[in-house]
């Protein structure tokens, strides 16, 4: 398949970003002075000394929005297709064809969306 | 061109092994990324961008951060993290679940008999999928919204509860 | 091969030429929104340019500085952050195409790194790897404030990125394609037709959701200095320190780029349409540089004139007076030569390269002038609370670009 030639730039990018990005790391490594004592290479809290861990569990917030993210990307997934589409099925005079089967799934959305909004689970506190 | 098959293969087999021997959930979670990128690599060798892109806008950009985010929400130790050995019996219950998978995707893989080698063109594009999926699996598309809604109102249930304590 | 290589490495060298000129508008934007005067001390043989040079001692001060791994921090993810925050900025330029394709004999030959059928998927699917990097940070570094300036910008991050992705859709249905060639094509030279006028609220939405993404203020809530002291790069120094800082002005250079193909045009030259650029870029590159060596001319002279209250008694001092004469010198040189040889004429490919270069600049001007935007907003606006910004995103940007997902849909089909 010489088709895949056309990615090969793809490649190539991605080892430029690696390259570049891992230079910075062993300039740092390698020009950096290295005299580490306990206090420098301590958590840093503004001078004070540190108190219990940062492995603490923390907010469930953030987890629903973590999850809100995902269904709405999904959707939008969906969407990019529909969107580039739109041009072709008008040209053949069928628009409303691809319109209406997005319209009803982004109510069935929009609904959810606005049951989180009035139960508050969009509300951050 | 196998080559890159065998690797971007090879790459997604080893980081799909280091998932599951990680202690360490985030370097799974991590593991797992690779083994998306990879898959992601192999669907571009067979021209199906779009599906490529959506395997990392979705798997890697939505769904392993949600992963990570809940690593991060339990937030375990390293002590926790030890003490952590699942019994023999469900090693055992896993590993025969794992195994039944594999031998229904090998077996589906067996029956598969289309030619892969001379596509037809544009196939994978954006267009043709997104012809089909409005056109002949409209029905599917619909029941994933409903789907995509419980969810919805499912991770509002279950994050409310836990916020009311 | 050769030119597939120097198609990536051109524009990589184009954008991290326009890094030190971003902070440096940055740097000077901000002192004088302040009112103050800003860099001004950095030099090389008296030469300071206005504070320009600042960015170069900036990176080799940061060479030498002692690299810290925390012990209490993960060595692993620690390292591997800023890493791919670093390689993932690096990544999303390749599909901006920088000018119109030339007509080859081999064929069309596209100004851009990478043709994608998938083109602007491809930004968004490479960008939201960069959350990665800023989660695995304030992980990594096991520093309270860290976890939280992590949590707060990877949640910041998703929650605008839907709207980021939503706000274009708008876009696509009118091009009907995903390519950024194809998208800047559709809007036509043109100025009325540009996306900003035919998508205002989905520019607008676009912009600000952008703004959110690169975690600048008013969002810039995962670094607020007074809450969480610098967020998730609290433990970071050296250079995994430069790669963020170095990773977010890139992914601003793209932010603005993006802007600029999506809604402003991208390279089209307002007004002249690619053929018309071709049959004239030889008068219109004639006059562009009689009018720069007239206004070198002309600016030399009160640079000449003017003269500094400070006296460093060093080669600062003269500065002024040597960039004059260069200036003039560079000056009369433009004239004389424009004016000795008349007017330019281009022919066959010659005429596309300097369309081509003439795209290009209007497309640096373009992404320029974001990077003011950026600048400018981040020294007017105060920042959000949290709360508000969460709000912000889902209860007013997410329902917002749905309705016009509608309104563009409806109104597209109607016509």
């Known amino acids: 398949m010489e088709g895949l030639q056309h990615y090969t730039p793809l490649l190539m990018i991605f080892g430029l970003g690696i390259v570049f990005a891992g230079l910075f790391l062993l300039l740092a490594y390698a020009f950096g002075p290295k005299n580490p004592t306990a206090s420098k290479l301590d958590v840093y809290e503004c001078g004070v000394p540190s108190m219990g861990s940062a492995r603490e569990r923390f907010s469930v917030k953030f987890f629903l929005v973590a999850m809100l993210f995902l269904l709405f990307d999904v959707?939008?997934?969906?969407?990019?297709?529909?969107?580039?589409l739109l041009k072709t099925f008008k040209e053949a005079g069928m628009g409303a064809a691809v319109f209406w089967p997005m319209f009803v799934f982004l109510a069935m959305l929009g609904l959810g969306l606005l049951y989180e909004w009035r139960r508050g689970g969009l509300d951050w506190d | 061109m196998t080559i890159l098959f065998y690797i971007l293969a090879g790459l997604a087999l080893i980081s799909a092994i280091a998932v599951i021997s990680f202690r360490q959930p985030v370097y799974s979670a991590l593991s797992l990324v690779v083994t998306l990128f990879s898959l992601a690599g192999l669907y571009l060798t067979l021209h199906a961008e779009f599906l490529a892109i959506i395997q990392i806008l979705t798997y890697a950009g939505a769904i392993l951060i949600l992963f990570v985010f809940i690593i991060m929400l339990l937030n375990l130790n390293d002590d926790e993290l030890k003490e952590q050995t699942p019994a023999l019996w469900r090693r055992i219950v896993l590993a025969l679940l794992g195994g039944f998978t594999f031998a229904g995707l090998w077996w589906g893989v067996s029956k598969f008999e289309g030619d892969v080698k001379n596509l037809p063109q544009g196939f994978g594009s954006i267009i043709n999928s997104g012809k089909l999926l409005f056109t002949e699996y409209v029905l599917a598309f619909e029941i994933a919204g409903i789907l995509l809604t419980v969810a919805l109102i499912g991770a509002l249930v279950l994050a409310k509860r836990r916020l009311k304590i | 091969m050769l030119t597939m290589s120097l198609k990536i490495i051109i524009p990589f060298v184009l954008i991290l030429q326009i890094l030190p000129i971003f902070i440096w508008m940055e740097r000077k934007g901000a002192s004088y929104i302040q009112d103050r005067r800003g860099p001004n001390r950095a030099n090389i043989f008296g030469i300071r340019l206005g504070g320009l040079v600042h960015t170069l001692p900036d990176v080799i001060k940061l060479i030498f500085k002692e690299d810290i791994i925390p012990t209490r921090a993960n060595r692993f993810i620690y390292t591997i952050a800023p890493f791919i925050s670093m390689a993932v900025a690096c990544m999303t330029f390749a599909v901006i195409p920088w000018a119109a394709p030339l007509a080859l004999e081999k064929g069309s030959f596209a100004l851009q790194a990478l043709e994608m059928n998938v083109g602007i998927l491809y930004i968004f699917a490479i960008a939201s790897i960069g959350v990665y990097g800023v989660m695995l940070a304030g992980w990594g570094s096991n520093n309270k404030y860290s976890l939280l300036g992590g949590l707060r910008a990877s949640s910041q991050m998703i929650s605008y990125e839907?709207?980021?992705?939503?706000?274009?859709?708008?876009?696509?249905?009118?091009?009907?394609?995903?390519?950024?060639?194809?998208?800047?094509?559709?809007?036509?030279?043109?100025?009325?037709?540009?996306?900003?006028?035919?998508?205002?609220?989905?520019?607008l939405l676009f912009i600000v959701a952008a703004v959110a993404e690169t975690n600048r203020t008013p969002f810039d809530l995962p670094e607020a200095e007074a809450e969480l002291v610098a967020g998730y790069h609290t433990e970071y120094s050296s250079l995994k320190f430069a790669l963020f800082y170095m990773a977010e002005y890139v992914n601003m250079i793209v932010a603005s780029a993006l802007m600029a193909t999506l809604f402003f045009g991208g390279w089209q030259v307002p007004f002249l349409t690619t053929d018309l650029l071709r049959e004239h870029a030889g008068i219109i590159i004639h006059y562009s540089l009689l009018g720069m060596g007239a206004m070198a001319l002309l600016g030399s002279i009160p640079l000449f004139l003017y003269k500094s209250r400070v006296h460093y008694g060093d080669a600062r001092d003269t500065e002024t007076k040597k960039l004059s004469v260069i200036l003039f010198i560079v000056g009369i040189a433009l004239l004389a030569w424009r004016a000795a040889s008349g007017e330019l004429f281009f022919e066959g490919l010659a005429a596309q390269i300097a369309a081509a270069a003439l795209q290009v600049g209007i497309f640096i001007g373009k992404i320029l002038f974001f990077c003011w935007f950026f600048v400018w907003v981040r020294w007017t606006l105060p920042r959000f609370r949290y709360d508000q910004l969460m709000q912000l995103g889902w209860k007013a940007m997410l329902p917002l670009a749905l309705l016009n997902l509608f309104v563009t849909a409806g109104v597209y089909l109607l016509l």
Do not use: D, K, M, Y
């Open chain 1, 75 to 84: 959707e939008v997934v969906f969407l990019f297709p529909w969107a580039v």
């Open chain 3, 162 to 203: 839907l709207t980021l992705s939503l706000s274009i859709v708008g876009v696509l249905i009118l091009s009907g394609s995903l390519e950024l060639g194809a998208i800047v094509e559709s809007q036509s030279s043109n100025l009325f037709s540009w996306n900003f006028i035919r998508q205002p609220l989905g520019c």
